[in-house]
């Protein structure tokens, strides 16, 4: 089973981008701790980061002829405006667990909006970096099930 895990625009900075509500752990140490959770799960991680709206959308599709069978993802900002993404993950049919860092429904308005957490398997928001390992588990559970259908 392969998975791709997908970082959108300024999780690059995690570590050092306020870090009271990011949390201090740096991008790599989160794929680092991943990749060890998968390893465990008995699954393959790809990852990918980027700070464009295209280029994710391009790795989302390229997900298709990858053999990826689902996806982590947190679209940072994208999350609450990009149709794009949404039709890109709409558009390969594969299941996705979103994930927040923070717990979006203590912030501003704006982010409480996810064009994203009504076609996904599940959301994951508010326990900082743990909550990557627990849509990881959420959506190896979401494929297993998928498997014995
Ligand atoms: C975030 C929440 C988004 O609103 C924000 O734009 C981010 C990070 C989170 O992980 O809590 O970049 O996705």
Redesign the pocket.
Same mark, same amino acid.
């Given at each position: 089973v392969r998975i791709l895990l997908l970082n !959108?625009?300024?999780?690059n900075l995690l570590g050092l981008r306020e870090p009271a509500?990011?949390g201090t752990a740096t991008l790599a140490e989160v794929v680092a701790r991943l990749e060890r959770v998968a390893g465990e799960l008995g699954v393959e991680l790809a990852n990918y980061h980027s700070n464009h709206e295209g280029d994710l959308v391009d790795r989302i599709q390229a997900a298709m002829t990858e053999g990826v069978h689902g996806l982590v993802i947190?679209? !940072?900002?994208y999350?609450?405006t990009s149709i794009a993404l949404r039709d890109a993950l709409l558009g390969t049919g594969l299941p996705f667990v979103e994930?927040?860092?923070?717990n979006?429904a203590k912030?501003e308005p704006f982010?409480q909006v996810s064009l994203l957490a009504d076609v996904a398997s599940g959301v994951v928001?508010g326990f900082g970096v743990v909550g990557y390992e627990l849509a990881l588990r959420g959506l190896v559970r979401v494929l297993g099930e998928a498997v014995v259908r």
């Open positions: !959108g625009p300024n999780l509500i990011y947190n679209a !940072g900002a999350t609450h994930v927040h860092l923070s979006l912030r982010r928001q």
